[in-house]
């Protein structure tokens, strides 16, 4: 159906005006996950016309053009502390505006509906009822799936209602598109025939360097002759940062070596993570203030090592987060602490290890080698960025999209 309505469109030198529906919609100068405005933005420089609704923690509705972009922002109060609840009412109140908006716009000829949470799908669905507009499923985690394993949901009949969304979703979407291998195996089990496209997270190589450390930046983070492990991103119940947190422990007791922690997190563990490492010296442990993109470009900067946090659950296995592949394009050794796809991304391209996060003095043994041997790190960055460049770069993972639409 999708491929039809494309096929047709260029038949008659008409490029198609996409509505993208995402509840948390990101540009590079706020920070946070900005996958949407790479596809957006691409979406437009191919010459397709992209109308954006998304949401903003204001009162009012606001419209903006950016970067091309018509971008609708909708009133929905929404924070990573809410309780189940609250994100509930987040969630069914961006169903409700967002389907209002989107039935104002004239003329969409696709709509492309990206999760999380799975009630964006809602939208979607509605519109090609009401409209018979066509619809693309981008599945950034399997949700319910995921909040069940991490215990969030537990009442039966929620469990089974979301189940049930969660099918009739993937079930009248045109096309999907899943961000990991593990994410389509799972979507597959649900719908065993639906064409299903891995499209992972993206590097941005032109943003981020495989460069050399600048002083000026060692001095401003107080690295200097340092090895740096950073963590970048989510202090939520799914990253579960008390790992990193026992491993900081484990080292100032059982290493000599000159290593030092850059955390530069935002979520509801935070303070806990900080709590717990409260006696730990600032020379060994910094918390930094969260950042946009800029300010994440220069703590990889100075950073030798990135550590990618999630829980011991096995959905988390088949997570795709930025930050591995942020860490990729700036060429830095990349430490996991789960088993799946990005431990076998890790360990067959040779860009870093994994450590049981039950077990610190792994992580010490293994990130020992690299501290003593700089060839050995230098050899793992490069190839950490060569395959940021010929596996996961933006360029190529926007044009495997729009050759989707």
């Known amino acids: 159906m999708v491929g039809t309505i494309a096929h047709e469109l260029v038949r008659k030198r008409v490029l198609m005006k996409i509505l993208y529906i995402h509840q948390y919609f990101k540009t590079p100068s706020e920070g946070g996950a900005i996958r949407s405005w790479y596809i957006a933005k691409g979406m437009v420089d191919a010459g397709h016309e992209v109308v954006v609704v998304t949401s903003h923690n204001h009162p009012d509705t606001v419209v903006k053009i950016i ?100 099918k009739k979703i993937y079930t009248h979407a045109d096309k999907i598109i899943a961000l990991s291998p593990g994410m389509k195996e799972g979507i597959q089990r649900i719908c065993p025939n639906k064409n299903v496209v891995v499209v992972p997270n993206m590097s941005d190589c032109s943003f981020f360097q495989f460069e050399e450390k600048k002083p000026v930046l060692e001095d401003a983070f107080h690295v200097k002759n340092k090895f740096v492990v950073s963590y970048i991103g989510s202090a939520g119940l799914s990253n579960n940062l008390i790992y990193l947190a026992d491993i900081i422990q484990y080292c100032t007791i059982h290493t000599k070596k000159n290593i030092v922690f850059l955390i530069q997190a935002k979520g509801p563990d935070l303070e806990k993570i900080k709590s717990n490492l409260k006696n730990i010296d600032s020379a060994t442990v910094q918390f930094l203030p969260y950042s946009n993109k800029e300010g994440v470009k220069q703590l990889l900067n100075v950073s030798d090592a990135v550590y990618i946090s999630f829980d011991s659950k096995p959905i988390l296995e088949t997570n795709s987060p930025n930050k591995f592949f942020d860490t990729l394009a700036a060429g830095k050794l990349v430490i996991v602490n789960t088993s799946g796809w990005l431990r076998e991304v890790v360990e067959q391209e040779e860009i870093g290890f994994y450590a049981d996060p039950l077990d610190p003095s792994m992580f010490v043994e293994k990130i020992e080698s690299y501290i003593t041997d700089k060839t050995r790190l230098l050899a793992s960055q490069s190839k950490a960025r060569r395959v940021a460049e010929n596996v996961y770069s933006k360029e190529i993972l926007v044009k495997k999209i729009l050759s989707e639409l």
Request: glycine fraction near 4%.
């Open 67 to 166: 970067d091309g972009i018509t971008v609708h922002y909708l009133p929905v109060a929404y924070d990573s502390s809410f309780g189940f609840f609250r994100r509930s009412f987040s969630f069914l109140s961006f169903v409700r505006q967002a389907l209002d908006a989107s039935l104002k716009i004239s003329t969409i000829d696709l709509c492309y509906a990206t999760s999380t949470p799975i009630t964006v799908g809602i939208v979607a669905y509605l519109l090609k009822r009401k409209k018979s507009i066509s619809y693309i499923f981008e599945v950034r985690d399997l949700w319910p799936e995921a909040p069940i394993q991490m215990g969030a949901i537990k009442n039966t009949m929620i469990k089974n209602l979301l189940y049930a969304l969660e």
